[in-house]
């Protein structure tokens, strides 16, 4: 079965830090996502891409980069951590854009 | 741009009774509909997804889904409800190859005995 692990399920950082999220999934997916979970906002994208060294903004991107080196590995970047930023981030996979999405089991980061 | 609404935030239903949800998607083209669902500390499961076909899709747990285009609609329905269909629902869009998958806000189904 898919696996998309994200490295870390709790982290908690200081205002100002930069915060790296880590993303590996093991199925050879094309797209990649990441996505941060709000109450009563659901899911909002952040970035994804659709191959290595592609990246393309979402609707929220503002204070976040990305960075996809190799296939596998998709990585969330804050530059310099906000207090709004603390959130649920959720990252995924998908082989296509029609086909399911795979989801981590997500990072509660804590900015503080 | 792809958009999705989720008009009800909260619904309660009795176990037993049927369930509809909600969500209306705006996207230029045809779309690719999906229904997620997230139980609580679980992460999410896809229930059933349309990109083709026939406008009824069935999927996993008894649900169904049909898709109107006409209203631009996505409802997911359930003819009985049990107690462990309680969980977070999101309705997401997504388009062509290349491009991204956007999710609703979500609805809360609460069941009650």
């Known amino acids: 079965d898919v696996k998309v692990t994200q490295s870390s399920r709790y982290l908690v950082k200081r205002t100002g830090e930069k915060v790296f999220l880590e993303c590996v999934q093991d199925?050879?997916?094309?797209?990649m996502f990441w996505y941060r979970q709000d109450p009563g906002l659901g899911l909002r994208l952040i970035y994804f891409?659709?191959?290595?060294?592609?990246?393309e903004k979402g609707d929220i991107p503002e204070g976040y980069s990305v960075s996809r080196e190799k296939k596998e590995r998709f990585s969330l970047i804050l530059e310099s951590a906000s207090t709004n930023q603390t959130s649920m981030y959720l990252c995924?996979?998908?082989?296509?854009?029609?086909?399911?999405?795979?989801f981590g089991s997500g990072t509660q980061l804590s900015v503080l | 741009a792809q958009s999705v609404t989720q008009p009800d935030i909260h619904i309660t239903v009795s176990e037993g009774a049927s369930l509809e949800l909600r969500c209306n998607y705006s996207?230029?083209?045809?779309?690719?509909l999906f229904w997620y669902v997230q139980s609580p500390g679980q992460g999410l499961q896809l229930l059933l997804k349309?990109?083709?076909?026939?406008?009824l899709v069935q999927g996993i747990k008894g649900f169904e889904a049909e898709f109107k285009r006409s209203q631009s609609s996505f409802n997911l329905r359930k003819p009985s409800v049990h107690w462990s269909d309680a969980a977070e629902y999101f309705c997401?869009?997504?388009?062509?190859?290349?491009?991204?998958?956007?999710f609703g806000p979500g609805t809360s189904l609460s069941v009650i005995p």
């Open positions: 995924a996979s998908s082989l296509t854009t029609d086909e399911k999405l795979f």
């Open positions: 996207y230029g083209a045809t779309p690719y």
């Open positions: 891409s659709y191959d290595v060294k592609m990246k």
């Open positions: 349309y990109f083709s076909g026939d406008t």
């Open positions: 997401a869009v997504g388009a062509a190859s290349y491009d991204k998958v956007i």
């Open positions: 199925m050879d997916h094309e797209n």
